[in-house]
């Protein structure tokens, strides 16, 4: 297991020297921020990247994300260019080492939450997610945005973009995923690059959209579509764990005993009877998931990738991006070492 850290490049708060004081802390993941979708990433940016990585004593293996044109997920025509560009920025990583390309699939939007700033009992905020609140929720007429959205588009653009998929609906955002597997996995391979799709967050359809990568009918379906070491998933219990009828310790035993899981994002998340859900402190105890159980069905199947402790609260009055704070991820970074230290000492018991 190799810990991670996300870093938004330059313009993040969060120093890279803050980030190699957390113990145990190895590897940054990050992405070049300043391409629209669909562009080839330019090989000066991304060697300035692994230049401020590798100077800062840090190793930089994975990728997160390289952001898939809707073009592509939609099928439209034009797809074939941004593919071959993908495929161009595939090549480009794999000259500095980039081990791991963590992407997603999901329709316009990635991760969804209803409120960034939810006051937790112990008075640190967390991410939330409210279905009364997201009834509320207007993605086109509202100022909406959140941070892991795209917020290039015009409202017009938005609802056109919307109304597209949904005429596509799941079927064929399935087989449009499977267009871009068949060309992107085999380039993949032959740079020795794992691609990781990271699941839909939350793990339903919102405002409409189709979703697919939600649960393990359809992570068994996905990996199916193309089977190779070289096409599997980001292991993401902040995401599919926000529904008690996903297992994650069964998923994160299956998937990795498969060798398809090169990273794994980990969190805890507080389910609530009605379905809602807030994002809580790493411990189980905190949670509705047991952190612990997750880390040993990675460790007794052979997991070797890499993990980052993903969202953390914000404490001690630390201000930020939401979910990408220091301190709690520098936290929940260390109790997730821990627990793996255990594992190690003790054989997996
Ligand atoms: C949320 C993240 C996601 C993830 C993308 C991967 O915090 O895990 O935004 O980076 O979905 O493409």
Redesign the pocket.
Same mark, same amino acid.
């Given at each position: 297991m190799k810990m991670s850290f996300?870093w938004y490049g330059k313009q993040d708060s969060i120093s890279l020297e803050h980030i190699r004081q957390i113990p145990n802390m190895k590897n940054i993941v990050s992405a070049v921020y300043d391409v629209p979708p669909g562009e080839a990433w330019p090989e000066e940016s991304i060697q300035e990247l692994y230049r401020d990585i590798t100077a800062a004593g840090l190793e930089f293996k994975v990728v997160?994300?390289v952001?898939v044109h809707e073009d592509i997920k939609l099928g439209l025509q034009n797809r074939d260019t941004y593919i071959d560009n993908y495929i161009d920025t595939i090549a480009r990583l794999s000259k500095i080492g980039i081990e791991v390309i +963590?992407?997603?699939f999901?329709p316009v939007f990635?991760?969804t939450r209803t409120q960034l700033d939810k006051q937790l009992e112990d008075g640190s905020t967390a991410l939330v997610y409210y279905k009364e609140q997201l009834k509320k929720m207007d993605p086109v007429y509202s100022d909406l945005s959140l941070?892991?959205w795209d917020t290039s588009y015009t409202r017009e653009e938005l609802q056109a973009l919307i109304s597209k998929y949904t005429e596509l609906g799941e079927a064929g955002l399935w087989s449009n995923l499977e267009y871009f597997l068949n060309r992107v996995i085999p380039a993949a391979e032959e740079h020795g690059i794992k691609m990781a799709?990271?699941p839909d967050?939350p793990p339903w359809s919102i405002f409409g959209l189709p979703r697919i990568i939600t649960n393990e009918a359809n992570l068994d379906r996905f990996l199916n579509l193309y089977d190779s070491e070289a096409n599997g998933i980001?292991l +993401?219990s902040?995401?599919l764990g926000c529904t008690s009828d996903n297992d994650m310790v069964k998923l994160a035993a299956k998937y990795t005993s498969l060798n398809r899981v090169p990273f794994a994002?980990l969190r805890n998340i507080k389910i609530h009877e009605n379905g809602d859900f807030e994002e809580s402190a790493h411990i189980s105890s905190y949670g509705s998931l047991d952190m612990a159980a997750i880390l040993q069905a990675l460790y007794k199947n052979g997991f070797t990738g890499y993990i980052r402790p993903?969202?953390g609260r914000m404490i001690w009055g630390e201000t930020g991006k939401p979910?990408?704070g220091l301190y709690d991820r520098a936290i929940g970074s260390t109790y997730l070492s821990g627990i793996w230290e255990m594992l190690e000492k003790s054989g997996g018991k």
């Amino acid at each position: 297991m190799k810990m991670s850290f996300r870093w938004y490049g330059k313009q993040d708060s969060i120093s890279l020297e803050h980030i190699r004081q957390i113990p145990n802390m190895k590897n940054i993941v990050s992405a070049v921020y300043d391409v629209p979708p669909g562009e080839a990433w330019p090989e000066e940016s991304i060697q300035e990247l692994y230049r401020d990585i590798t100077a800062a004593g840090l190793e930089f293996k994975v990728v997160e994300s390289v952001p898939v044109h809707e073009d592509i997920k939609l099928g439209l025509q034009n797809r074939d260019t941004y593919i071959d560009n993908y495929i161009d920025t595939i090549a480009r990583l794999s000259k500095i080492g980039i081990e791991v390309i +963590c992407y997603n699939f999901m329709p316009v939007f990635d991760w969804t939450r209803t409120q960034l700033d939810k006051q937790l009992e112990d008075g640190s905020t967390a991410l939330v997610y409210y279905k009364e609140q997201l009834k509320k929720m207007d993605p086109v007429y509202s100022d909406l945005s959140l941070p892991g959205w795209d917020t290039s588009y015009t409202r017009e653009e938005l609802q056109a973009l919307i109304s597209k998929y949904t005429e596509l609906g799941e079927a064929g955002l399935w087989s449009n995923l499977e267009y871009f597997l068949n060309r992107v996995i085999p380039a993949a391979e032959e740079h020795g690059i794992k691609m990781a799709i990271h699941p839909d967050d939350p793990p339903w359809s919102i405002f409409g959209l189709p979703r697919i990568i939600t649960n393990e009918a359809n992570l068994d379906r996905f990996l199916n579509l193309y089977d190779s070491e070289a096409n599997g998933i980001t292991l +993401c219990s902040g995401s599919l764990g926000c529904t008690s009828d996903n297992d994650m310790v069964k998923l994160a035993a299956k998937y990795t005993s498969l060798n398809r899981v090169p990273f794994a994002h980990l969190r805890n998340i507080k389910i609530h009877e009605n379905g809602d859900f807030e994002e809580s402190a790493h411990i189980s105890s905190y949670g509705s998931l047991d952190m612990a159980a997750i880390l040993q069905a990675l460790y007794k199947n052979g997991f070797t990738g890499y993990i980052r402790p993903d969202h953390g609260r914000m404490i001690w009055g630390e201000t930020g991006k939401p979910g990408y704070g220091l301190y709690d991820r520098a936290i929940g970074s260390t109790y997730l070492s821990g627990i793996w230290e255990m594992l190690e000492k003790s054989g997996g018991k």
